[in-house]
């Protein structure tokens, strides 16, 4: 146990219309339990589509803050979500760091420069945050976005980055991969160069999350989208550890407002107590997690957040509503010190009928509501 | 806890120059761990390119019974391998069902006819075995390759086949999948039609299984490849209560002799209990798990096998001797009542440097006598 259960007398929250998001993520009460969803502005919108054609890419959208800002909206009007996320990438910090982000159309993200040897590694810095002025940027062009004309806010806005094994897998394979073979082969080759790149990584995080959260992201997300493909073992070495590195140097409040940190591990079910204890509020969690058991593994320790399979969305209404509440009723009544976010345990597919998303939030809210009651 | 300890003197194993493999399975005392690797007849081996281009193709090679039989050996004649598996396809079922498998070079998978509506359901059934007398074929043809002129054999043979819900992923995706957003929406869309996809494909895996033990099999495993993608909750309803049915059809004898069922769900660690009664006498674990609390997970139910990353085969041999003992020292030593047989956590890769295989199978020999020592 890492964090006694925080008293709300001292948890200092931003002026917001609805703050439910940051609530739940610093387990207090909450009316209902919030929703949000990884990739919420993305291509299943077409009023995305539309604006991504303007920009021209996906890297064009990312780098010009009104259109950033567009994007990040267009799901709060659609649907009653309880938080905003940047529109961006998580592979921002790597770009900044020289290696040429790329987005093929159709393919993942390609660096130019992948980094697989000695020479490259030493080359290796935190990047200038001057490099990633265009995030910072859109982070305060969406919070008065979301403002009203006395300073209030809709709903939250969440930062992010890629953590940093997440970062060096796409590093040193140069894009995505299904095997992971060119990482892991330094790691277990010249670990002494993947710590390398990992402690830089960390550093670069944890500076680029803090100059976020001064631009006024209001939580922040580190997605380790590809810890759950190491071995036990490795993940504490090469994954955590780097994370609970970026988590240390993280900013706890801004402005005298307490940030959220969050932290999410895809296929990091089996080392979910672990995690727990790396220092941040809240957990993520993927479908492959059972909420009850992990409810009653992390104790008071964090919040979770998570976790329905984004291929309910293609059901039928009244099935995304039976999954729904099966999630619901599997976390079970957030009580004193608990806490609930709902998520999907994955980015929402591009297939998704944006319909079927409504049914989703509207049940969450309606459902959780009826829990409480 | 479904199983009790066998008792040696109950358990007839057949004449085997070296049993080691059968009786770790079976839970009972040996002077090694055993080893074997999924895919240890495959592409990182030249001798298995070779015979490959002389039959053409991967299917050309499964289909010849003298083909597959001089692959099976190939990885036998260069490491000490305690246990030989029968070279063919997980896809061979759903192909007899006449779907059409098809390997484009380069590619995975792919069917002709993917089953995608209630039309293509209703006409699935159990196929003819006739049409899969090719892999009985060369089961028989590797038992007598395998044997000496008195009928004893050098090491035991595994058959095998793709689990119930594995299959049915390749059937209704028509090949791999990075989302199975086919198949699962066919699931949460109409789980009656996934149902009885299931079912057919459960009654002709334990068919087909079963033959294969007549033709020869002394050991069969189940390969749930896909198992890990799916939800808490889904994973029992869909896959493991369809592997169970499969192992309650099984031979667990023949000829007297005691046949050893494998299951290997990847990305199956946090239900490793379940599987643990599901009626298995092994079950199969990935790197992602750690193999100590595995054990003291699963007590006396089952045997445990696994799990090195395979890319740990791209490392210099020190490291491979490294990560090999500490896989062993994992687990511990094996004591009256549970069973370790080492393996990968997956199929080796085909870049994999055939040298490196000898440093895990010698080390494995040799520092598990130490350990029992």
New interface residues.
């Given amino acids: 146990m890492t964090a006694a259960s925080p008293s709300p007398s001292h948890v200092a929250l931003p002026p917001l219309a609805n703050d439910t998001f940051l609530r739940a993520c610093l387990r207090l009460p909450t009316t209902h339990t919030p929703v949000w969803l990884m990739r919420q502005a993305g291509r299943y919108l077409p009023e995305y589509r539309a604006t991504r054609d303007k920009a021209g890419s996906f890297m064009g959208l990312a780098t010009n803050k009104e259109a950033a800002c567009e994007v990040t909206l267009q799901p709060l009007d659609r649907y009653a979500l309880d938080a905003s996320i940047l529109f961006s990438d998580i592979l921002t910090v790597p770009d900044a760091m020289g290696l040429g982000l790329s987005f093929a159309a159709g393919e993942g993200p390609k660096f130019a420069s992948p980094v697989r040897d000695e020479a490259a590694v030493a080359k290796l810095a935190v990047p200038d945050m001057a490099k990633l002025q265009y995030v910072f940027d859109a982070v305060g062009t969406i919070r008065k976005a979301l403002s009203d004309a006395n300073g209030m806010g809709r709903v939250p806005l969440i930062g992010f980055s890629g953590s940093p094994w997440t970062l060096a897998c796409y590093m040193v394979e140069g894009g995505g991969s299904d095997?992971?073979?060119l990482v892991?082969?330094m790691m277990?080759?010249r670990p002494d160069l993947m710590h390398r790149i990992l402690a830089v990584n960390a550093d670069s995080v944890a500076l680029y999350l803090n100059t976020q959260i001064e631009a006024g992201a209001q939580a922040v997300m580190v997605f380790d989208s590809w810890g759950?493909v190491?071995?036990?073992?490795?993940?504490q070495e090469f994954s955590l550890a780097y994370t609970k590195r970026v988590l240390s140097q993280l900013k706890r409040e801004h402005n005298g407002y307490r940030i959220p940190h969050i932290v999410f591990t895809k296929?990091g079910?089996?080392w979910l107590s672990e995690i727990a204890d790396s220092g941040a509020d809240v957990v993520g969690l993927d479908?492959?997690?059972?909420l009850s058991k992990a409810r009653a593994q992390v104790g008071d320790r964090v919040a979770l957040q998570g976790?329905?399979?984004p291929?309910?969305l293609?059901?039928?209404p009244e099935?995304i509503r039976a999954?729904v509440i099966?999630t619901l009723d599997s976390f079970g009544v957030p009580t004193e010190g608990s806490g609930h976010v709902f998520n999907l345990?994955h980015g929402i597919?591009q297939?998704t009928p944006p319909e079927n998303v409504s049914v989703l939030v509207d049940t969450v809210h309606e459902h959780s509501r009826k829990l409480r009651a």
Same sequence: chains 1, 2.
């Fill in positions: 095997d992971y073979r892991k082969s277990y080759s759950g190491l071995a036990d073992g490795a993940f296929g079910g089996l479908w492959t997690v059972n976790n329905l399979d291929n309910v293609f059901a039928p099935a999954e099966k345990g597919s297939f």
